[in-house]
């Protein structure tokens, strides 16, 4: 178990770098570990984490969600602050995890002990750091896309354009329902695929009509369900994870392969 250092001038971060992350954007994290180190903190990405739980728990699966929930925990109640570039793992983490262990003697305590050191990435840094600017630069227009879990579960709206605010040669243009679903919905787009397809076209329509370089979010889930749409609609705008511009690590192509929207 990881011994928490208790140093407010230099805390101890677990980060959790979620499964697609990982797996598909590992830039993210690279991204997300630059910033975290910018705001005086020590961070570690321990190798044994693993998923969330989250398409288990969505699914109903309480008992493998509350596996991983476990394995989860052990890894992390360690440090000062877990942190995730994802306010839907973030919201599984903090959120979730208490209800998964209600009644059980030797987890709930411990589940909730857990659950109170996680933060989303652009709210930590804000919110617990408070970073007031990020010394990154971009050349371009962006417009942000407001994530259901972070949005509505851990009230992530302003922290996000609080800091691209800062990032020079930034233009921020905001699209109509930023705030509205784009149709991924985790195994929501898998189950209700017709729907879906129907909900993310309103969303690409609207950040179409924005008249951005480049899209932004802070879940991977998000930004691949629209960037995937942007891409067979022909659509010339580029998808980034908020991390990597506000990082201003901006080199790898964009998500999807779409183009457009050029940082330097």
């Known amino acids: 178990m990881t011994t928490p250092i208790h140093d407010n001038a230099s805390p101890r971060v677990g980060l959790f770098a979620t499964c697609l992350v990982d797996l598909f954007r590992p830039s993210v994290g690279f991204s997300a570990v630059k910033l975290l180190e910018e705001a005086g903190c020590r961070v570690d990405v321990p190798m044994a984490q693993t998923c969330c739980g989250q398409p288990a728990y969505n699914s109903g699966d309480r008992a493998d969600a509350r596996l991983l929930a476990r394995q989860v925990i052990e890894v992390f109640e360690g440090f000062d602050y877990v942190v995730a570039p994802s306010g839907s793992c973030a919201a599984m983490l903090k959120k979730h995890y208490p209800g998964l262990f209600d009644g059980d003697p030797a987890w709930e305590a411990r589940a909730r002990a857990f659950s109170e ?3 989303e990435l ?10 007031e600017a990020v010394a990154a630069t971009f ?22 354009r609080k800091l691209l605010a800062t990032v020079e040669g930034l233009e921020l243009k905001e699209m109509k329902d930023s705030d509205i679903c784009c149709g991924f919905g985790g195994t929501f787009c898998i189950k209700y695929s017709d729907i879906s397809n129907a909900i993310v076209a309103k969303k690409t329509a609207n950040i179409e009509a924005s008249g951005a370089d480049l899209l932004l979010a802070g879940d991977m889930g998000c930004l691949m369900n629209m960037a995937g749409k942007l891409r067979r609609e022909g659509s010339a705008i580029a998808v980034r994870h908020v991390a990597e511009v506000l990082a201003g ?16």
């Open 139 to 160: 050349s371009g227009s962006v417009t942000y896309h407001d994530s259901c879990s972070g949005l509505r579960e851990l009230g992530i709206s302003a922290q996000p």
């Open 117 to 119: 050191k996680v933060f």
């Open 122 to 131: 652009v709210s930590f840094l804000t919110d617990i750091r408070k970073v």
């Open 249 to 264: 690590i901006t080199d790898k192509p964009p998500i999807a392969g779409t183009t457009g929207g050029k940082g330097r």
